[in-house]
């Protein structure tokens, strides 16, 4: 199993969907999970942190799954404006050699 | 807020110039990433560091060195720029292994 995998894409919905994403992740031991937005020819920005609680900030919903070890991205009332690639990130790796890796991300087009 | 600036947005180079791609944080972070970002490949992390003076190997490190001799600098060169390295370069930053990482605006590098 690759350490994180994302859904294969594109997705394409209409303004005013509910999309979900998926990531799963390989490392058992992992403690850090977060959620990237990437614009076309930009660099990633952060989108949001994803605690074991689970978080939400406004249209975004961000779970984490321990048991079946995977992250998830929910999305309601898309606008035009969400329109970008999304990457999950997790610390594949624990301990001294400990860092983040980042999936390939998944392009969202929304459409008018 | 955090601020990664990268020296340059563009650049052209010929093959077998040395480049050097320069990259400043301004947040005191320990941690310093370099990585490439290729069209269906995703981010690929290249070298990273933990520390002043400190480099560790990433996934495809071949062809590329780094060095950091301040701890709010990294930089990546290119030994002997080949077409193959033709890609955007994207440098990161983050306060620790387990803390989000913060972009530069990337360096799209065309080598001819």
């Known amino acids: 199993r690759k350490e994180v995998e994302q859904d294969p894409g594109p997705f394409n919905v209409p303004e005013g969907a509910t999309v979900a994403f998926n990531c799963t992740y390989s490392?058992?031991?992992?403690?850090?999970f977060f959620w990237y937005r990437q614009d076309c020819r930009k660099e990633p920005k952060l989108l949001m942190s994803?605690?074991?609680s689970g978080n939400e900030d406004g249209r975004f919903t961000a779970q984490l799954n321990r048991a079946s070890q995977y992250i998830s991205l929910l999305i309601r009332d898309s606008k035009l404006s969400d329109s970008a690639t999304y990457l999950c990130?997790?610390?594949?790796?624990?301990?001294?050699?400990?860092?983040?890796?980042f999936g390939k991300g998944i392009t969202l087009s929304v459409r008018p | 807020d955090v601020k990664v600036t990268q020296s340059s947005r563009y650049l052209v180079k010929r093959t077998g110039e040395k480049v050097f791609l320069e990259c400043v944080q301004d947040?005191?972070?320990?941690?310093m990433f370099w990585y490439r970002q290729d069209p269906g490949l995703g981010l690929r992390l290249i070298y990273f560091?933990?520390?002043?003076?400190?480099?560790e190997k990433g996934d495809i490190p071949e062809g590329y060195s780094v060095s950091r001799e301040k701890k709010e600098r990294f930089s990546l060169i290119l030994e002997s720029a080949s077409t193959n390295q033709t890609s955007m370069y994207l440098c990161a930053s983050s306060r620790d292994r387990y803390q989000p990482q913060h972009f530069g605006d990337g360096t799209r590098l065309s080598i001819l």
């Open positions: 990130v997790v610390n594949g790796t624990t301990g001294a050699n400990s860092k983040l890796t």
């Open positions: 947040m005191d972070h320990e941690n």
């Open positions: 560091s933990y520390d002043v003076k400190m480099k």
């Open positions: 490392n058992s031991a992992s403690q850090s």
């Open positions: 994803v605690y074991s």
